[in-house]
């Protein structure tokens, strides 16, 4: 038996590394020849793009996704791309060509074996049309019904779109909007609009509560979580309430600070309560006075109450 | 396992729907003819070039190193023709794809070149390689049939070295096509269906068998 063992081993180490030499042989002489396919298949993908007579020089570059596979510049032209990403039956490659511009001039499928009716509209006449046109800043959305192909194609185009800024020195801000530059939304006026008294009754469900408080002398900080638009007034599924850190100084009976940590109400409406404006106004607010007052964010009444209800709690709470 | 010892044939113990054999790539790859075909005639070539050479190995190798030694050459087999497909035919490799290098534990290969006899049995089986393959294609080109007529709608033949169609007929109009049968789920429901359709008859025979 012993025999047999030895002999069975030796045997088959023999015929796999006589194998592995007749493998590689074969993967030599062959995948040139795959890769001369390939190639020629490339070319045909970057006429298409842009047209014959271009000159197509490939690219170095670093990419992070994994996804771009191949990057030609052409000649005062462009950039073209050919992106490859795993769809939902199969692997999914297409090219994209970007003019100098910006403008996505080429998306072209390459490679498709999604479900026919579902992922295959990646591939259908409407979905280039709807590439086609789009800009390196552009934001693509999915197709509904066919969400794991076409975030495929998307997350591969987005690949590109993002070496191709980086080349040409485009800022992104992912917004779609290539006018806006992405700094400080902040430094944007607010209007005001009505009065908000510090001290009046409010309901039991509208009150904040004291998550935290570190005290420092007479400074005491209150991380307070209040209810605010999305929790008492939206129909929104799983509405959160809005935190607030209020600096209270309980010796000068003074508010010193108030700072949004979390608002959770409505983007572009209830956010814009986290302004500079708007908190300054709280800064040395004396509460000594019953009339204290602040004024609301205009269009932004309920979010502004939830602040000055949060302020309300931190003041009851340093009492 | 017994029924491994008898003959096979295209409706008696048919390879794929009475013994089950190499279903993975019956259910994978039969979504239109074209991947049938080529599958088919990949899968005869890979049987037949093992049957040979596993035959001569089964005369000097212990009966216990047998399946590896079937493995092994299976494998060399299938990763050059896996190479010379995606140089010569790349449409067909593009869309058979991974399959082509899952063929390695394809059972009906393995069965075929005789990775699964028993110890006596020493013979070089390539009539049997030959007459196996054919079965499975059989079978193969059945599944895909039902499936690229119900899911498709169409009936489609493409030359793989060229890229010509050699026949496309437009059977089921395309707003009764169900795109079911194109998917994983499809191809259980063929196959599963197809297998009692041949169980079936392979019971009538059995019966007719032992009535004689």
Redesign the interface.
Known sequence: MKNNKVKSIIIVLVLVIFSSGILIYADKALTPIINDKAVSEDKDALVALFGEGENFIPVEYTDESGLIKKIYEVEDSGYAYIVENRGYADKIEFSLGIANDGEIVGYNIIHLNDTEGFGSKVGDDEFIEYVEGKTSTSVLDTISGATVTSSAVINGIDAAKAHFNEVMGIEDDGTGNPDEKNDEPQKSTIDFGEEIKLFRDISSEAKGNIKDQSEDGSIIKYTVEIPGYAVLESDYDNPEPNIVLIEIDKDEKLIKSVEILEIKDTEGIGTKVDHEDFLNQFTDLSFEDENASVDAVSAATSSSTSIVNAVLAAIEESK | MEKLDNKTGFIKNNPLFILFLGLTTGLAITTNLTNALGMSVIVLIVSLLGSLLVGI?KK???Y??VL??SL??N??FI??IG??V???M?SLG??L?VQITLLTVNTLILYSVGAFDKKENKEIKIKGALLNSVFYSFALILISLVREIL??GTLSLINPLSGETIFNLSIVPSDFVL?MF??PEGGFLVVGVLAAIFAALNFKKDVNKEVK
């Open positions: 190995f000097f190798v212990p216990e190193a590896i030694v092994v050459i494998v060399v990763k050059i190479l010379l995606s140089a010569y790349p593009g869309s794809g899911g498709a795109g194109l998917k």
